[in-house]
């Protein structure tokens, strides 16, 4: 497989956290990644090397190399991400589900059904498939710098304008306190809405404040940005923008058009 070198000339500690359960059913955090010393090198490897543990459910493909969004979000940032934070989440779901009546169930249909009591389900299931869609939301060259097609129309009614919408769910990104995500979501009555939740919440979960079809997903977890960014949490949501694939996020409003029977 290729790999990435990486090179440091400065020496930082930082602890990355991710939420998974133990046996008592008691959440922790567990990945602590310390960065190089001078003259030391970091090897980065490839997506395709990692691999879930058997379950119902599986990695999404990371569509691109570690190395292909920066400088928006660099290698490290994304292969620490992708294969420590994601591959937890992954690995705890099928533990969570296993010899359950879910283990036949989409993970859509697991969000839906689940016991906001359950932490152990609740925060895998939201974990995976947060990051599943946001993964997919990203794209190194992305053809336009903004919504098109079907998309663009709706944004251009819903809020005014295309630059209207970034200027709101970036407010909503900046405003977020702590763990958590911004989405755009299509509703009930096929309308667009920014939403934001905490920790692995998402809009398909019984609490949300505003239910609804994600289409676009932003982490604002620190792991998602601070190798990067630092507590610049801002300069990460205007990095993100650079890479967003609306093409993928055109396709996913009208397919959850089709699920408001709004086609």
Known sequence: MKKYGIQFSFFILISLTILSCNDNNKLTEVVEVPLPSKDEKIIIGSPDEVKANPGAFLLEKLPYAYNALAPNIRSLTLETHYSKHYLTYTNNLNKAIANTDYVNMTIEQILGKLDLNDAKLRNNAGGYYNHSLYWKCMIPKPESEQATDTLA???????????????????????????????????KAGKLQITTTENQDNPLMKNALIPGTPILALDLWEHAYYLDYQNRKNSYVDAFFNVINWEKINENYKTALTKVGRV
């Open 153 to 187: 129309s709706a944004m251009n009614k819903e809020f005014g304008s295309y630059a209207n919408f970034k200027s709101l769910f970036k407010n909503e990104a900046s405003k977020q306190f702590g763990s958590g995500w911004v989405w755009l979501v299509v509703d």
